[in-house]
Structures are given as C-alpha cells and as structure tokens.
C-alpha cells in the first residue's frame, strides 16, 4: 500500500477473472483492469515500477496458498477463494484508490428544498439540493438511494425557481441539413422485436432511436438492474436524459436502429 496515497494493487488469478467476468469485461474495456498471460508479465507491469521481481511474487502467492491450506493468515482473514493463486494464470490486475463514496449530512431544508435557518424557517431565495443536504435518509442510505437528492430536489427545484430567458431573434430560413450517416451496426430493429428483449436474460432499451444491449450492465448499474429493467424492450430516452448526460453512452455502442 502506498502511504502517500493508500493505492494497493488488486491481483485476480484466472479463477477470480471467470468468477466475476460481467465486470472484468467492463473495467478491462475501461481500461481499469489488465490482464496478463504469466506471472513474468504479471511482474512487469509499469505499478510495481521495477520493485516487484518474479520470484517476489511466486513466493507471495505460494504463502497466500499455504494460509488458504490452513483457513486463516497474518490478518485473521478466514475466506479465500478462488485457491490456488500459483500457476493459476492468465492474472487480471488493477489499482484501487481509496475515495469518498457517498458523504452524509448537510444543510437542512424542507420539503420545497429551502434552505432552512436554525429556526427551521426557510431562508427567502437559497435552494439547495445534491450530496450539499442532509437529513433525508437518516443515519444511512440504500445503495443508490442518494440520487434522489440530486435528481429529485435538483429537478423539484429547477422547475419552480422563476428564471427568465432572453428572446432571440428569428433566423433567416437555412437548407436542411445533409442527414448524418446511420450509427452502430446498421441493424434495423422494430418495436415488435424490440419487445421481445425485455428480461434479465436479454435487456435492450431504445435511447434517441438507438437500441442498445444492456444485459450484461445490469448487474453493473449503480441505481440496480430494476431501473433498467423497467425500460427493457421499450424507448427510454426521457428517463435517461432526466437523469444522464450523453457521455454516459460513450462506453456503449448501439445494436441497431429504432424504426416503426
């Protein structure tokens, strides 16, 4: 572990890679995770910058073994899975850094989202609404739950406050534009065939008259497999686009295209 910045490496032998290999496709894709064919490449990655050696780690990972033999290690720790770490190529690894998930407790407000003063009186004018607030799940908060901070008072909010908008002048009539070349696969997809996919076993969902694949995310989606689901087989762009920003396509390509 680094004592500066408390960033460890995380090593997964083959066993490990095919136990959780929905997310191994996802963070190697990222690019989060590396995967490498033996321990020889293994003790070469650039993390170790030169002072991790082969042996070094063979002999780790066979002490690792002998403390799975014997149910507990040094730590006390008593679960080991996916046993043995030696000669179990290919290795999958990455780095995880320690950051703050979730922060709770913050500025009280009502359920208008004002801003209330030590009085609990709404103070006339400030708003507020995000991770800034607090009070609304108690001492905790269900995985996921805390969207309804941001998203819920976020939208409650914006859709009361008084903001004008300056009128713009009439433009002069242009040509229509050249139509844009087709995304994705070129797959042409109906809505009855669409609604065909709309289980765990095979999840699309139409976004902007783009289908997209979503079972193998389901289990990777931090608000649930169920928010999707919901959607499964039909159009949810406005769902989507209430709460997420096109960027959050990028890691994506569509299927195909949505057509009547």
């Known amino acids: 572990v680094d004592p500066d910045t408390l960033k460890f490496a995380l090593i997964m032998n083959d066993a490990a890679g095919k136990a959780a ?3 191994i496709g996802l963070y190697t894709k990222k690019g ?16 170790w910058e030169g002072g991790v050696s082969v042996v070094t780690l063979a002999e780790t990972f066979a002490a690792y073994d002998r403390d799975a033999a014997t149910g507990r290690d040094t730590f006390n720790k008593t679960f080991f899975h996916n046993v043995p770490v030696s000669n179990a190529g290919p290795y999958y690894a990455g780095i995880v850094t320690p950051v703050i998930h ?3 407790g ?7 989202g004002h ?12 708003h507020a609404a995000g991770e800034v607030i607090g009070g609304l799940h108690g001492k905790n908060r269900l995985g996921g739950n805390a969207l309804s901070e941001c998203v819920v008072f976020g939208r409650a909010i914006g859709k009361k406050l008084p903001i004008g908008q300056q009128p713009t002048a009439a433009k002069p009539e242009q ?7 087709v995304q994705g696969k070129g797959k042409r997809i109906t809505k009855a065939e669409m609604a065909t996919h709309s289980t765990a076993e095979s999840c699309w969902v139409a976004i902007n008259d783009k289908v997209y694949d979503f079972t193998t995310f389901l289990d990777e989606h931090p608000a649930g497999a169920e928010a999707i689901l919901r959607f499964g087989g039909q159009d949810g762009t406005e769902i989507f686009e209430a709460i997420h920003t096109p ?3 990028e890691d994506f390509s569509p299927i195909g295209d949505l057509v009547s």
């Open 106 to 112: 913050g500025i009280a407000i009502d359920p208008e």
């Open 21 to 23: 290999e929905t997310h």
């Open 115 to 126: 801003v209330l003063d030590k009085k609990d009186q709404p103070i006339p004018g400030l």
């Open 102 to 104: 979730y922060c709770m």
């Open 175 to 181: 040509a229509p534009a050249p139509a844009l070349p």
């Open 247 to 249: 960027e959050m396509l």
């Open 32 to 47: 989060l995770i590396q995967k490498f064919e033996t321990l020889e490449a293994l003790a070469a990655w650039s993390y």
